[in-house]
């Protein structure tokens, strides 16, 4: 007998904007508790939502990137249920006609690419934090009412490894955007699942709702343990519970919810507080022309056009801003091989350390290139330009200054590394001696006390001559 | 400032005027309570409005007092709906039509009684207080902006705001002698009024005189940012194409009582001697309003009041196991009858299962309705309606019960429906009680009811209750 | 309730709930609990007078003959059509009174209620 599964996904990502999806509250994490609120958004008699136009255009942006149908009149909706954390009792989001419809998204898995469909994107507001300690739970309202993006995919994932990898791609995704920063662990990023298994060919099995994985790797081991266990209830002859369960990340399994929810009635119905949204002409083209290239998409170029490695071109497209530095770079006509290998090494580790970011750095793309340039011209050597580098990001300023200045040119001339040669030789006279004498081992402390005397600049290969010819 | 007004101007920083003029509203909520709030030497004026709100140059308002429905927010008063669960609630804002008048000089002298969270016809389901007829203390002053009608007709301020979701300002304004106005749906913001059915509902206007409620409705119009279903701006939707010639009469209308009726087709004679057409109209949907009408602001409401539960503001249970349990006593606690009633039935009507039947179907009347009132006011200037079956009742068992008040509701529902204008203009007195009727007007053309009912008053003078008085303005 | 009608009001709707699957009252229960208001035994059966009552009104409206398919955007919305409305993405701060101190209990600058179990 054999059982296929069908995983689906329900993101939430949190926008960024300023302010909150429907008053003008700083959307801001880590504040002190309840002070960014007002009594829109905690649902205070007689107030009234009032729609954040950055946070729909954003919303708009992801569903456009996932070739979702964007809707010509998206109408807001209330789900009415209660729970502490929610000021109004109901939540505005969206439900017959949400702001982007069909639309798909393709992601590398298991050394190929899948295309998994997106059924829908809508917009909607959060709810507060609770925090339990002891006999009391606490409400913090300061995220009520951030703006969020719910995407809904189609149950067209079969394990723990798709869902990661398409998370993962996703999260690449809205980053890109700069929608999100897809931080799972603060929060920005929340993503929840529909379990189904049943016997191959038979259609979608009993649907199980997951949650409470908090991050893409327990997203992961989540989905494969409720797969498992799904499977191992059919071949026992048993049937699956429909229910929602958690991820317990102490002891790696899913449970039951303790309260048994009675499925919701959430009495869907516009909320006639807002008008249905009317995206008119001069807003979609501003949606389109704010389209970025898929991240996917870069990746196969800078495969293929530049030929980096796999690894290469992941690094680079961590963050968007990093991708642009390099392919600014490489206009400029940096060599893209050698421009990938520093920024990813080098220019990466130094930025780590001072904690700034590349497109703010004093190494913008055209000294960057000016000094791969140099480097690629035998003017200076690897570790010099590493000096160079570091100078360039602490004093701002030029490259060609910097070598100049400091005298970082490599040393070629064989009449200079001819004297620097005899100048140390000289002074290591005992050590020449031994070396005639048959010991070999001292050469390299040669050729290190040499390529000091020359303050790293002497090349290498001419200075290894030189010594070897005046040793013999 | 209107001339009516000019004698208001200052009363209450006036040290020699104000004595007379507290002993005097004292008199009066002795025998009608209109007042829940009342601090006379502690308005609530434009220094309470917050930073930014400057005075308006014209001062429209300088120093005049007003009235304000207690669902409507003003800051340094509670605000509590007529209800125990905000009963000590302080409202840290104020709403943006009484900021539009306190930026004008107004000042908003206390907060009016009314029907709980504004669910009835008589003001007698508030929960904080009782209000009564001037004209008869025996009878109720109508509602749900009952005490504001009251404390109008009595004199005790020249204007009054209340709120209008089925009839909640021209009603009460009928049954208490003052013009009552309902402005189009989305002319001014909702922004600070304690939500009931957000499709249906605005604040209204009520005083003794056209004028006054015309500069009131202009000062508050307009759109509001903070109101995404607020309209814009109130100049351009005042248009002014001659004077209203013809009024509609709807075919077949019934169920009034032989005062009302009489007092209703006196009024319809003196509309013809005004000079309008009478053009009978036949609009068969109306049949279906009233029903429409309730499942859509039941509905509503259900969702509206889900936020009181005495969490983060209001009233809370003074035991609980749980936070369930919390928000359940709360609730339960907290309101009276009527507002649970609503609150099932809207319930009921968006249950899966039940959504298509009512809440849908309701919506696809409305629009139709909706559509043949626009088509009937392009035939016709303006709509002449009763206002309600009845003069003003008796309080208790011998006047309507609630289920009968709701069906009274007809009348004036139907512009909540469809959004419409509608005006209640005092029509003198019948065995001494006030009479009225209604004018609907289309979207946005409130100056057509005010044309209307100008030049109706030279011929119903508005009528003064027993103990009327004004010497104190002297 | 209306004394005049109020017996024969009362026989029809024993006679719909016999009729019909799931009985007014038990309707009525799932409502409370989805409202979060409690009944007493009592106020269940008045109330499912009065729901019923109500009910049976609304059911009028079946009367009103089904028009051309309404599009869902126009359901509900009372505002005519008109230019979007949005608000800039910009930064207002409450400056009013701090509205946590509006909460019956609360407990360093955060609302506090009973523990959910």
Redesign the interface.
Same mark, same amino acid.
């Given at each position: 007998m054999k059982y296929s599964s069908y995983v689906g996904l329900e993101i939430h990502i949190h926008l960024l904007?300023?302010?909150k999806a429907f008053c /003008?509250?700083?959307a801001r994490f880590g504040d002190?508790?309840?002070?960014? !609120?007002?009594?829109v958004c905690?649902?205070?008699?007689? !107030?009234?939502? /009032?729609?954040?136009?950055?946070?729909?255009f954003m919303g708009y942006r992801v569903a456009h990137a996932l070739g979702c149908e964007l809707s010509r009149?998206t109408?807001f909706e209330?789900k009415?249920y209660?729970y502490?954390d929610m000021?109004?009792?109901?939540q505005i989001s969206q439900f017959?006609?949400p702001l982007g419809g069909a639309g798909y998204f393709d992601f590398e898995v298991r050394g190929g690419i899948k295309r998994l469909s997106i059924r829908e994107c809508h917009f909607e507001e959060d709810a507060g934090k609770? !925090?339990?300690a002891?006999?009391?739970?606490?409400?913090?309202?300061n995220r009520a009412g951030y703006p969020l993006l719910e995407i809904v995919t189609e149950p067209e994932l079969v394990d723990g490894e798709e869902a990661e990898a398409f998370l993962r791609s996703f999260r690449r995704l809205v980053r890109h955007l700069g929608v999100c920063d897809g931080n799972m662990e603060e929060g920005s990023l929340r993503c929840d699942a529909n379990v189904s298994v049943n016997e191959e060919g038979r259609g979608l099995g009993v649907k199980v709702e997951l949650k409470n994985m908090n991050s893409s790797r327990f997203v992961r081991m989540g989905l494969d343990y409720e797969v498992k266990r799904q499977t191992a209830r059919l071949k026992d002859g048993r049937k699956v519970e429909q229910e929602t369960r958690l991820w317990n990340e102490n002891r790696d399994v899913t449970e039951t919810m303790?309260?048994k929810e009675s499925a919701s009635?959430y009495?869907y119905?516009?909320e006639?507080?807002?008008?249905?949204?009317?995206?008119?002409e001069a807003?979609l083209a501003r949606v389109r022309d704010s389209a970025i290239e898929l991240p996917l998409a870069r990746k196969r170029r800078y495969l293929e056009a530049f030929a980096l490695t796999e690894e290469q071109a992941e690094l680079l497209l961590e963050e968007r801003a990093v991708a642009d530095y390099f392919e600014s770079a490489v206009a400029l006509g940096a060599d893209p091989r050698s421009a990938a290998l520093w920024i990813v090494g080098e220019l990466r580790a130094q930025l780590a350390r001072s904690g700034v970011e590349i497109a703010s750095c004093a190494l913008d793309p055209s000294r960057f290139t000016s000094l791969l340039k140099i480097l690629a011209a035998g003017r200076i050597q690897t570790t010099i330009a590493k000096q160079v580098l570091r100078a360039v990001l602490e004093e701002n300023r030029d490259p060609e200054d910097l070598i100049a200045e400091r005298g970082w040119e490599r040393i070629s001339d064989r009449t200079v590394l001819a004297s620097l040669v005899d100048e140390v030789l000289t002074r290591e006279a005992a050590v020449v001696e031994r070396i005639r004498s048959g010991d070999r081992k001292p050469i390299a402390f040669l050729m290190g006390e040499a390529m000091k005397a020359s303050a790293g600049r002497a090349e290498p290969g001419a200075l290894k001559e030189l010594v070897m010819e005046r040793l013999a | 400032m209107l001339d009516e007004l000019r004698p208001w101007s200052g009363l209450l920083s006036d040290r020699k005027r104000r004595p007379g003029y507290e002993a005097y509203a004292a008199d009066w909520e002795g025998r009608i309570g209109a007042f829940l709030q009342f601090a006379p030497e502690r308005p609530a004026g434009a220094d309470a409005a917050p930073a930014g709100a400057s005075l308006d140059a014209r001062g429209d308002f300088l120093g005049v007092p007003f009235a304000v429905k207690d669902n409507i927010a003003v800051e340094g008063f509670r605000m509590t709906c007529g209800s125990r669960i905000l009963e000590n609630f302080r409202v840290p804002y104020t709403a943006t039509c009484v900021r539009r008048l306190q930026g004008r000089g107004a000042l908003v002298v206390g907060k009016t009684n009314l029907d709980e969270f504004a669910m009835g016809s008589s003001c007698d389901n508030s929960a904080l207080g009782r209000s009564s007829n001037p004209y008869d203390p025996v009878r109720v002053t109508g509602g749900s902006s009952g005490g504001s009608a009251a404390a109008v007709a009595a004199g005790v301020v020249p204007f009054a705001l209340g709120t209008d979701t089925g009839g909640s300002v021209r009603q009460p304004a009928s049954f208490c002698g003052v013009y009552g106005l309902k402005p189009s749906y989305g002319a001014v913001s909702r922004f600070g009024l304690a939500a009931y059915a957000s499709s249906l509902e605005g604040a209204g206007v009520l005083a003794r005189s056209v004028d006054i409620v015309e500069a009131v409705f202009r000062s508050m119009c307009g759109e509001d940012p903070l109101d995404q279903t607020s309209a814009a701006s109130g100049r351009s939707l005042l248009a002014e194409d001659g004077p209203p010639r013809s009024v509609g009469l709807i075919k077949g209308l019934g169920g009034l009582d032989a005062e009302a009726e009489a007092a209703y087709r006196d009024a319809l004679r003196a509309l013809e001697d005004s000079g309008l057409r009478l053009v009978e109209l036949d609009l068969p949907l109306l049949d279906y309003v009233l029903p429409a009408y309730y499942t859509i602001a039941t509905a509503e409401a259900s969702a509206n009041l889900a936020r009181y539960t005495g969490i983060a503001y209001g009233r809370r249970a003074a035991e609980a196991e749980n936070p369930a349990d919390l928000v359940r006593r709360s609730r339960t606690e907290g309101f009276g009858d009527e507002v649970k009633l609503r609150i099932l039935l809207g319930t009921f009507v968006l249950r899966s299962g039940f959504q298509d039947r009512y809440y849908l179907k309701a919506q696809e009347i409305r629009r139709a309705i909706r559509d043949e009132l626009a088509e009937a006011l392009r035939r016709v200037d303006l709509i002449a309606l009763p206002v309600f079956p009845t003069l003003a009742f008796p309080h208790g068992d011998t006047g309507m019960d609630q289920f009968q008040q709701k069906m009274a509701d007809k009348f004036t529902c139907t512009a909540n429906v469809a959004g419409l204008p509608a005006l209640a203009v005092p029509t003198g007195l019948s065995k001494g009680l006030p009479t009225g009727i209604q004018l609907m007007a289309a979207a946005f053309r409130e100056d057509r009811l005010f044309a209307c009912a100008r030049s109706l008053a030279p011929l119903y003078p508005v009528p003064e209750p027993p103990s009327f008085s004004q010497e104190f303005l002297k | 309730m209306d004394k005049r009608d109020h017996s024969c009001e009362a026989k029809k709707l024993r006679e719909a709930r016999s009729q019909s699957g799931a009985s007014l009252e038990e309707e009525l229960s799932i409502a409370a609990e989805l409202a979060y208001l409690d009944l007493s035994e009592l106020e269940r059966r008045a109330f499912a007078e009065s729901v019923g009552r109500m009910l049976e009104f609304f059911a009028t409206m079946d009367g009103f003959p089904a028009q051309r398919e309404v599009p869902y955007e126009g359901r509900g919305e009372a505002v005519p059509r008109g230019a979007n409305r949005l608000r800039p993405d910009r930064r207002v701060p409450f400056l009013g009174a701090d509205l946590i101190e509006a909460a019956a209990q609360r407990e360093e600058h955060l609302v506090s209620i009973p523990n959910i179990l």
């Open positions: 904007t300023q302010t /003008s509250c700083a002190e508790p309840n002070t960014n !609120v007002c009594p905690l649902g205070y008699p007689g !107030v009234l939502p /009032s729609l954040n136009e950055d946070a729909l009149c109408i209330r009415n209660f502490p000021p109004k009792n109901y017959a006609a609770l !925090v339990h002891g006999t009391m739970t606490f409400i913090d309202y303790r309260k009635d009495r119905f516009p006639p507080d807002l008008p249905p949204f009317r995206p008119e807003f | - | -």
